[in-house]
């Protein structure tokens, strides 16, 4: 529905100025899951509606070809009505996206739905610092491209309920996590680190904040847009959880909490496997053996 007022031109004419309102956000007129399910079940009867109007033309074919025209100007009249019925419900069903998608993507009423879905469905989701968390997949929304990353993987199929099930089939295939491999990676930086603070110091057990490391590792700027905090975060963990502390040379690898470190800033928090909270600081190595 457009809104009018009236305003003053240059001439002193009155003119009449129509606005057209901004499409709805999708709250207002219920879920994408709701909106997409419409859709899904319009265009089923889309699909019906337009094999009828493909006979229809079919017949008119047929008449033409003979010269039935007491038939052929019957079969154009029911052709033409079928015609516009199709269209006018394909406006009907163009109607159900009429709203920002962009902005309910980018609100709290996407992941909300999104981590209410999970429960439904029985999927343990977390939301935390932008991500939602479903062990061991780290999900991002990207509003401006309507989709979401899954571990780095752009997915488009982003309904609700669909978005849910991909999450529960990549938590059952096995972990593309190298425990060993991000060890060992750790301890080069830590080494790197260590070092600069006195080779003396290497193998002694000194702390290392885990966020030193992750900067040293992310040195050039594109490299944090690839491997964000989050993901850092999230393979510190799996590395805990895994058990995995010896490196190749014998070293052991020890994490240390945030005691005493009143700056969050300075310390990784993720979502463990069960949702509760884990906080790390830093971490150090000692030479065993």
Known sequence: MTESYV???????????ETVP????????GSLEQALAEIETEAGDLVKTT??????????????????????????????????????DFLKTQERLNFDETSYLAGND??????????????????????LFSYPVLLKILHKERVVSIDRMRES??????????????????LRFKPRTFLEMLYTAYSLVVAGRGKHLIGKGTVIPLL????????????????????????????????TIATKNSHRANFHASTGVRDVSKTLIVIAQGGREKTYYGISFVKTG
């Open 7 to 17: 305003t003053e031109s240059a001439t002193g004419v009155l003119d009449v100025v």
């Open 22 to 29: 901004s499409s709805p956000m999708l709250s207002q007129v």
């Open 51 to 88: 094999k009828l109007v493909m006979a229809s033309c079919k017949k008119i074919k047929d008449a033409a070809k003979v010269g039935d025209l007491v038939k052929l100007r019957k079969l154009l009249d029911e052709g033409k009505a079928a015609t516009l019925e199709l269209g006018c």
């Open 110 to 131: 996407f992941r909300q739905e999104l981590l209410t879905t999970a429960q439904q469905m029985g999927v343990n989701l977390y939301e935390h610092d932008g991500y």
């Open 157 to 174: 199929r982003i309904r609700p309920s669909v978005l849910v099930k991909r999450l529960k089939e990549v938590q059952n295939k096995p």
């Open 212 to 243: 030193e490391l992750y900067q040293l590792l992310t040195i050039l700027p594109w490299q944090a847009n690839e491997y964000t905090r989050q993901e850092f975060g999230r393979d510190v963990y799996l590395l805990d959880k895994s058990g």
